[in-house]
């Protein structure tokens, strides 16, 4: 029998339960769900702004390029992921040309700075491309079935990272149990957050996760951005 695990009160330093104790925090930011490190970071100061900005931005986009119920997933064509499992192709968001857009970059990239120090013990400069990324809504009832963002470009000086950005966590409805969580899958265990707004995660591209139907108790709509990150780590030049 698989294991369910809620972050919140261990993120949140509330109760923590005996199977909480299996964690480890690498750093301010950086969790070890044993063995796996995921960068959990929340409330930053310009979370209004980013809600605000982004929902301007997005008034170019057609509705197929934000809604994720309105592209079928070419993958899931049977069985019960049919319906509603569906993404959003990307949309480039984070290449736009904006002030927020740069801020949230950059959060990013101080993230997976962090993740690349912390983990690999990596004190040298990187190089990054942003392979893809998309910004989207979930309106209720909207999910996505286990997956990985895997990428083939991995090696010793070459990591992906994929990214969330919670723009806006739509209210989700608490009294259904996982409503509005992030689900990750390792070794016969789940791993559940309910993120706030303007909570960002980082993890790498092979952790299978899944988002739980989302149900608001408001009927709003969830805002995010994702994003998949190629990092090559460049060598530490020896000094004299």
């Not at 909480?20 to 796996?36: A, G, T, W, Y």
């Not at 040309?97 to 912390?118: A, T």
């Not at 009927?219 to 460049?234: G, Q």
Request: hydrophobic content about 35%.
């Amino acid at each position: 029998m698989s294991t369910n695990i809620f972050l919140d009160d261990f993120m949140n330093q509330n109760r923590v339960s005996q199977e909480h104790k299996k964690f480890v925090r690498l750093s301010e930011n950086i969790l070890d769900i044993n063995p796996i490190p995921i960068y959990i970071k929340s409330n930053f100061k310009e979370v209004e702004e980013f809600n605000t900005e982004f929902n301007i931005l997005i008034l170019d986009l057609t509705k197929e390029q934000i809604y994720v119920e309105e592209n079928q997933d070419p993958s899931k064509d049977f069985g019960i992921f049919t319906s509603k499992n569906a993404y959003v192709p990307g949309n480039n968001f984070l290449q736009m040309n904006n002030m927020y857009v740069d801020k949230i970059r950059q959060y990013i990239m101080d993230g997976i700075n962090e993740m690349i120090s912390v983990i690999y013990n990596h004190q040298g400069d990187f190089r990054y491309t942003i392979t893809n990324s998309w910004i989207q809504k979930y309106k209720q009832g909207n999910f996505l079935s286990p997956h990985n963002h895997i990428a083939s470009t991995h090696s010793d000086f070459h990591k992906v990272f994929s990214v969330a950005y919670y723009i806006d966590d739509g209210d989700p409805d608490v009294s259904q149990t996982y409503s509005g969580c992030i689900t990750f899958v390792y070794q016969n265990q789940l791993v559940h957050i309910r993120p706030t707004s303007g909570t960002l995660l980082i993890w790498e591209d092979y952790l299978i996760h899944l988002v739980n139907p989302f149900f608001s108790q408001s009927n709003k709509e969830r805002f995010m951005l994702s994003a998949n990150i190629n990092v090559e780590l460049l060598p530490v030049l020896a000094t004299k």
